[in-house]
């Protein structure tokens, strides 16, 4: 089992950045695929990023592809989500997750999820 806990959220204006993180605990966090997910205020949690255990891999929105990048280091148990030139249409809460050997970009591919971290695009 793995707790996840997101931090990095906040206010930006639109074509700023943020990086998000979340870390893990548990002893078995390279075991782990990783996801980055969003959920803005009457919308449904919608993929964002993911990335495999040891990183050869990764998948991207088309929404946030080539502004996003979702990376991670196993030794600190944490995995990272960068965004840049963020939009207005990106303020939503985000939340990261995690699923044992399977790799997915649907939110019930995913067995395990933090708490989410706001972030707020401003235009």
């Known amino acids: 089992q793995v707790q996840l806990v997101e931090s990095g959220g906040g206010l930006v204006q639109a074509g700023g950045s943020l990086r998000l993180s979340c870390t893990a605990s548990?002893?078995?966090?390279?075991?782990?695929?990783m996801g980055w997910f969003r959920q803005a205020p009457g919308k449904e949690r919608e993929f964002v990023a993911a990335?495999?255990?040891?990183?050869?891999?990764?998948e991207y929105a088309d929404s946030v592809k080539g502004r996003f990048i979702i990376s991670r280091a196993n030794a600190q148990k944490r995995v990272y989500l960068q965004m840049n030139s963020l939009k207005p249409e990106g303020t939503a809460a985000y939340f990261c997750?995690?699923?044992?050997?399977?790799?997915?970009?649907?939110?019930?591919?995913?067995?395990?999820w933090g708490q989410g971290t706001q972030v707020t695009v401003s235009s």
């Open positions: 548990g002893r078995t966090f390279s075991n782990y695929n």
């Open positions: 997750a995690a699923v044992p050997f399977r790799f997915g970009v649907r939110p019930h591919d995913y067995h395990y």
């Open positions: 990335i495999t255990w040891n990183g050869s891999t990764t």
